[in-house]
């Protein structure tokens, strides 16, 4: 009787906790094998992908990584070349794309998305990108407006491109029934990871925008998902304005000095509206080496605040409004 009583009680205990992750869990990851595993070096695809019949090959490549290794796209001079992942379910109506990529030429990132039956194309997006020796990593949020059951991944390098990429990797946001993805109060925000950095949440500190101009964001300069600014381009007091949904996030890369101590920091910002994270990164190799702060902030719930950060005699004012 005991035992009983004791396994009813792990079992509804086991229940709960799968709900309430239910309700938290923003997003659902596709398995994509985006690493690349299951194909011999120098083989291609692999499992999870089809090379598409554009008359262009590929290859696996290794990485420094032993469980990680790089997918090699090879275009004809005049026609592109493509690998697309199995179907998947479709379980929301936005997808985070993430990839890092190298190579020479362009590259092309995005879904197609299918119907029912799963042979009807009934939406389809992709970004380009322009590649460089340097392995750049490009993040993208797709909105899938279509009434859509079942989602592929597609990279392609266009014409006459080589294309690498590496850790792919795809998420879809998961709304469950009659729980909206970001209700005020069910997401907590996750820890952050290791090496990040994050500003301690000062309690409704809302920076208040300038007084000069109109009020509302239309007077400031928009601000685009995973963006780059060199220390040397940005003035002393730059403003910026960006629109998020709730329980997604955007990035943005500020670049910095390490050797004249010039690191940027997080003033300010109202943690009730958004969750920021920042951590200092280096990307390229030896003399080319690119010193940056990584930034992601994610829309907790609607409102608006002033995310302030600076650097030396440098000021950046995000104006961030979540719906």
Partial sequence: MKT?????????TLTMCLAIRAIADNDID????????GSPVGYSPAPGWTLTPDGGNS????TSDRKD???????????????VTNLHP??????????HLRGVGTAAIGYEAFDQTGKTLVAADRQLVQLSNYEQEVKRHFPINASAAYIRIRLTAEAGSRAMFRDVDAEVSNLVAGVPSAAPGTIAAPPAAPGTVVAPPPPGAVVAPPTHGHAGHH????LADDQFF???SLGNNEHFAVSVPVGKDIDLDLGEDPNRNLLWRVAS?????????????????????RFKAEIEMKALRPGKTSVVFTCGTKRLTIHFTAF
């Fill in 30 to 37: 596709l398995r994509i094998n985006g690493d690349f595993r």
């Fill in 59 to 62: 290859r696996i490549h290794p």
């Fill in 219 to 222: 007077q400031y300069k928009p």
């Fill in 230 to 232: 060199a220390l040397e």
């Fill in 4 to 12: 009983r009583n004791f396994l009813l009680a792990l079992s509804l």
């Fill in 269 to 289: 910002y109202d943690a009730r509206i958004c969750r920021v994270e920042l951590e200092h990164d280096r990307d390229g190799k030896r003399m080319r080496r």
């Fill in 90 to 99: 479709l379980p929301g109506r936005t997808l985070k794309l993430e990839v």
């Fill in 69 to 83: 290794f790089c997918l090699e796209l090879i275009a004809a001079p005049n026609r592109s070349q493509s690998v």
